[in-house]
Antibody, heavy 120, light 108 residues
Framework: EVQLVESGGGLVKPGGSLRLSCAASGFTFSSYSMNWVRQAPGKGLEWVSSISSSSSYIYYADSVKGRFTISRDNAKNSLYLQMNSLRAEDTAVYYC?????????????WGQGTLVTVSS | SYVLTQPPSVSVAPGQTARITCGGNNIGSKSVHWYQQKPGQAPVLVVYDDSDRPSGIPERFSGSNSGNTATLTISRVEAGDEADYYCQVWDSSSDHQVFGGGTKLTVL
């Protein structure tokens, strides 16, 4: 069974840092691109970042570029999001999601999310 | 940047057909995915690549995409279909994923 479990969320002050993790199981993690998607309270989904299976390709939303860093450790079946210079508008539930594997497959599995609150 | 436009809400009676649109410039040239999200839950992929269904998704869910509009169609709507629905594409010109603003489906 495919499982994605996020951790690392919490309360942080503006300007602070946080590192999110996503533990993957039930599939060959090293074969799939992965994504981070966030959802502010009461708002819609917002794509944050994507990373290819071998980390060769990395993409960021304009809203986080230069502040957030996506990475993965295929030996540990883990995905990460290092978040620096956090702002109030970064407050959201952060989901990790697996790309389906094909060129036009969508994100077929999602974790339950971890809440990040940026507040003084 | 590429923008996807969805109606904020759609209402339909049980047993009827719901159609949720997703507008974007020449969206017909892109691959569109649709997600269902119920309150307090993670999104679920219900249609990918315009019209394909993941395993386990009922045939009542279907998709189409042409010109400037993609459409998610839910036939024989049930109370359990009440949720927020989001369309998504990959914009190759910016190397960004893009989500629509979401549509709240209400089953009357």
């Amino acid at each position: 069974e495919v499982q994605l479990v996020e951790s690392g969320g919490g309360l942080v002050k503006p300007g602070g840092s946080l590192r999110l993790s996503c533990a993957a199981s039930g599939f060959t993690f090293s074969s799939y691109s992965m994504n981070w998607v966030r959802q502010a309270p009461g708002k819609g989904l917002e794509w944050v970042s994507s990373i290819s299976s071998s980390s060769s390709y990395i993409y960021y939303a304009d809203s986080v570029k230069g502040r957030f860093t996506i990475s993965r450790d295929n030996a540990k079946n883990s995905l990460y999001l290092q978040m620096n210079s956090l702002r109030a508008e970064d407050t959201a539930v952060y989901y990790c999601a697996r790309d389906g594997g094909g060129p036009n497959s969508g994100s077929d599995y999602w974790g339950q999310g971890t809440l990040v609150t940026v507040s003084s | 940047s590429y923008v996807l436009t969805q109606p904020p809400s759609v209402s339909v009676a049980p047993g009827q057909t719901a159609r949720i649109t997703c507008g974007g410039n020449n969206i017909g040239s892109k691959s569109v995915h649709w997600y269902q999200q119920k309150p307090g839950q993670a999104p679920v992929l219900v249609v990918y690549d315009d019209s394909d269904r993941p395993s386990g998704i009922p045939e009542r869910f279907s998709g189409s995409n042409s010109g400037n509009t993609a459409t998610l169609t839910i036939s024989r709507v049930e109370a359990g279909d009440e949720a927020d629905y989001y369309c998504q594409v990959w914009d190759s010109s910016s190397d960004h994923q893009v989500f629509g603003g979401g549509t709240k489906l209400t089953v009357l």
